[in-house]
């Protein structure tokens, strides 16, 4: 690599094709760095997410270089895995991080670094070596692991949990700038350390359709698009909730839940598979409510999702509890329901009419979330706290 000032370096778990929320964030922040004269270079693995397996064209390469919009990336060999196996899942982090090591060791690098924190592993592996190396380390943590696993129930405290707070904090304390996807955690972060903080949350940046006038009629059609994970508790929503005839529930995306929302017996829950994401913004037009739900309030977790419905015009049932449920509240783009509440839920989808939809028009939703959240004006901002490192 030939260096310059305006180089920059990206090391994410996940980056396109892969789809979902941490791809799309990954790429998005590529593209514009991009635009804003920077030369970018990304290091990730061979994509294999969400389903656990690499990509077809991407199988038996250990290195594989691509020149695209994004900048240049690099994609580097990993043992792949979705496995709910705690053990099984840690070895497929471990494979990732050896061969970033790898990288670090045999290619030169820019003297910034941004580094997308969670897994934890490749968090880790990626500030030790900026670290011993010299570089400026810029931290983005999307998730607070290990408390994020602690409250899923996925992690239990003791010897194993330890390790991964240790790392945690020597991630935060050894970067020049932890950026932030929500208020929450910047103030986990604050607690533990020093370093500078920067509110950066998962504005998509694309064009904000536009809309034809349309009568609102009856069956009420709900959608959800995105992961379909444990967390999402999706599986165990459809069980327990009833919806009225008149009411519809609309399923997007795949995960390590899809075989039993696909086998979901229901005649108004409709399981639609995988689509691809430009098509994806057409079809969710159509709808007239989405759907954010989490099996348990995660603190420091805002779905990207709230950004992205409310910007193509779709007022949200907010399932999801903490930041996320008062971002809803204040600038008014949907429902708020307070998390793991199953009666409150099924009570708001009873009396759903098309009176309480006429209340959030989907101009007036899409025009709260535009004047809200300007992805230009926060990247611009980055780029000031970047070039200030």
Known sequence: MAMNNKEVLLISNYFP?????????????AVNLNRANYNVHVVCPMPNYPKGAIFKEFKGSIYKK???????????????????????????MLSFSMSLSFFFLFKRSPKKIFIQYSPVF??????????????????????????????MGLLHKGAYYSVLEWMEHFCYKKSHLVVGQSEEILTHVKARCNTAPFLYRNIPDFNPPSFMETSLEKPITLVYAGLLGIAQGLTEICSKIQLPDDVELHIYGA??????????NKKNIVYHGEIDRTELH???QQYDLAFIPLTNRIYGSVPSKLFEYTRLGLAVIYFAGGEGGKLVETHQLGWNIPVSDFDALQAFISELSIEKLKALKKEEVQ???????????QFNNFVKALESL
């Open 367 to 377: 025009k709260k979330a535009v004047k809200a959240f300007n992805f230009q004006k």
């Open 66 to 92: 691509e020149v695209e919009a994004a900048g240049t990336i690099h994609r580097l060999w990993l043992w792949p895995s979705n496995s709910s196996n705690k053990f099984v899942r840690l070895l497929s």
């Open 282 to 284: 057409k079809t969710l």
């Open 17 to 29: 094709p892969e789809k979902g929320a941490a791809p799309n964030r990954m790429h998005t922040l």
């Open 255 to 264: 995960g390590p839940e899809t075989d039993k929302i696909s086998k979901i």
């Open 122 to 151: 490749v968090g880790f592996t990626a500030v030790f070596w900026t670290w011993l190396l010299g570089k400026k380390r810029i931290l983005n943590v999307s998730d607070l692991w290990p408390l994020a696993g602690l409250e």
